[in-house]
């Protein structure tokens, strides 16, 4: 298992509690963005910059998870692609998205984007809060928890240069 996150806007207090996540479980942890992310030096912790452009990390990402995989995004495109992989998605409030709920959600983004692009102020969402950290953090030990220790394995390095697909 490996935990993707799409780094690109996770708030610097779900980034922490994740890196702490994943000292403790030796559980990779992979940031994936178009900016640098300073991560700290373990080998199971890192960040991968991707070439900018729209949605580079989340096909990126898309490329990358695998069944049983965990994708931190509040993209829910990108959760519906990471669901269709067999991957758990949560969002940084500690929300799960799931085969279950991800086509209501789809529904909902799309219902939005389709009032923004009628000109409506729809605003953004509402500061992360406290009790959105803990959900967060609690969420996340209780799956953890659930995992088997895993000897560290370093993340094979992006090549932006390199081919994707079958080769």
Do not use: C
């Amino acid at each position: 298992m490996t935990i993707w996150v799409d780094a690109d806007a996770v708030p610097t207090l779900i980034k922490e509690i994740l890196i702490r996540a994943s000292r403790r479980t030796r559980i990779p942890l992979v940031f994936i963005a178009n900016q640098p992310i300073p991560v700290p030096a373990d080998v199971q912790i890192t960040a991968f910059q991707v070439s900018s452009g729209f949605d580079k990390a989340d096909d990126e990402i898309v490329e990358r998870v695998k069944a049983g995989d965990m994708v931190i995004t509040q993209d829910i495109p990108l959760a519906a692609e990471v669901i269709a992989k067999g991957g758990l998605v949560v969002t940084p409030r500690g929300d799960t998205l799931d085969k279950q709920n991800i086509g209501a959600r789809l529904n909902m983004r799309d219902f939005m984007d389709s009032m923004r692009g009628s000109g409506m102020q729809t605003g953004g969402p509402p500061p992360m809060t406290e009790t959105d950290r803990r959900h967060f953090a609690g969420l996340l030990d209780r799956y953890l928890a659930k995992q088997p220790k895993q000897p560290i394995q370093p993340i094979q390095p992006i090549d932006p240069e390199q081919p994707k697909g079958n080769t």
